[in-house]
């Protein structure tokens, strides 16, 4: 069964350019990774500050295999420093 995950994102104005840095390499990490369907960063359109991530993937071993990935635990360990607040997921 398909995953569907949006990740929202509120970064910090002084932090956006490290942002899209890391998420530049998520996205490309992401969507050469076996059963990522779709991998897709939006900027929230009258809010510069806010990114949304939408994910679709196989089924959630391909879910498993993302979040272990060196490059998923690097971006969640730096994004402490360059959120504004605790991001909200959801999964459907």
């Known amino acids: 069964m398909k995953k569907v995950i949006n990740a929202r994102i509120i970064v910090k104005p002084e932090a956006i350019t490290r942002f899209l840095a890391l998420a530049k390499t998520m996205v490309e990490n992401s969507n050469s990774e076996k059963g990522c369907l779709i991998y897709k960063l939006y900027q929230e359109a009258g809010c510069p ?38 991001p909200q997921v959801d999964v459907f």
């Open 49 to 86: 500050q806010s990114f949304i991530f939408y994910e679709v993937y196989e089924n959630q071993d391909a879910v498993n295999i993302h979040n272990a990935s060196p490059y998923f635990k690097t971006f969640i360990e730096q994004m402490s420093a360059l959120a504004s607040d605790t």
